[in-house]
T-cell receptor, first 109, second 117 residues
Framework: GNSVTQMEGPVTLSEEAFLTINCTYT??????LFWYVQYPGEGLQLLLK?????DKGSNKGFEATYRKETTSFHLEKGSVQVSDSAVYFC????????FGAGTRLTVKP | DTGVSQDPRHKITKRGQNVTFRCDPI?????LYWYRQTLGQGPEFLTY????????KSRLLSDRFSAERPKGSFSTLEIQRTEQGDSAMYLC???????????????FGPGTRLTVL
């Protein structure tokens, strides 16, 4: 069945550092891929998405490219801020949404 | 605010008691989903509705769990005879599906945190 494997955390970075969170998937067909973010005490918020191969999703300085050949959707940001501290979930969409286990990011000033 | 809402936000109960949670989706959304999230894990699918019809249930949804969406609007999730292992965050999400399922963006509520003592 469909599944998502996400880089385990936690990840701790200094402000303005480069961020990569790896995500690979297994799926039949051509699912859409998503990154969700969960801030402390809040629900999941959609960060970005890509609906087909080679699409690049971007939002708030974050980017991820749908790579069919490597079945990956890695999340990147060139310069993280303290306010980016949260848990990030990679997900793919079929009948239901399948999530990775989440990666906790802490950005220190 | 027209986002997904859930009630209550927190529930503490004793083992063996029944609990019921409510989810109000975004009003024009025809699909409603329930997920369970335990500490350090991503959300796990429980069940979903298209309008009032419950179309799929995960094997995680034991016979102590029941969900309804009687008029195709709000939904309830009931857990009977709660166990300590039911302690988790229960998330509701909604979406509007009008065609290609691969573009089914889901909007999440804040969740109900259940603690079973």
């Amino acid at each position: 069945g469909n599944s998502v494997t996400q880089m385990e955390g936690p990840v701790t970075l200094s402000e303005e550092a480069f961020l990569t969170i790896n995500c690979t998937y297994t799926a039949t067909g051509y699912p859409s891929l998503f990154w969700y973010v969960q801030y402390p005490g809040e629900g999941l918020q959609l960060l970005l998405k890509a609906t087909k191969a080679d699409d690049k999703g971007s939002n708030k300085g974050f980017e991820a490219t749908y790579r069919k050949e490597t079945t990956s959707f890695h999340l990147e940001k060139g310069s993280v801020q303290v306010s980016d501290s949260a848990v990030y979930f990679c997900a793919l969409n079929g009948v239901d949404m399948r999530f990775g286990a989440g990666t906790r990011l802490t950005v220190k000033p | 605010d027209t986002g997904v809402s859930q009630d209550p936000r927190h529930k503490i109960t004793k083992r063996g008691q029944n609990v019921t949670f409510r989810c109000d989706p975004i009003s024009e959304h025809n699909r409603l989903y329930w997920y369970r999230q335990t500490l350090g894990q991503g959300p796990e699918f429980l069940t979903y509705f298209q309008n009032e019809a419950q179309l799929e249930k995960s094997r995680l949804l034991s016979d102590r769990f029941s969900a309804e969406r009687p008029k195709g609007s709000f939904s309830t999730l009931e857990i009977q005879r709660t166990e300590q292992g039911d302690s988790a965050m229960y998330l509701c999400a909604s979406s509007f599906l009008a065609g290609d399922i691969s573009y089914n963006e889901q909007f999440f509520g804040p969740g109900t945190r259940l603690t079973v003592l």
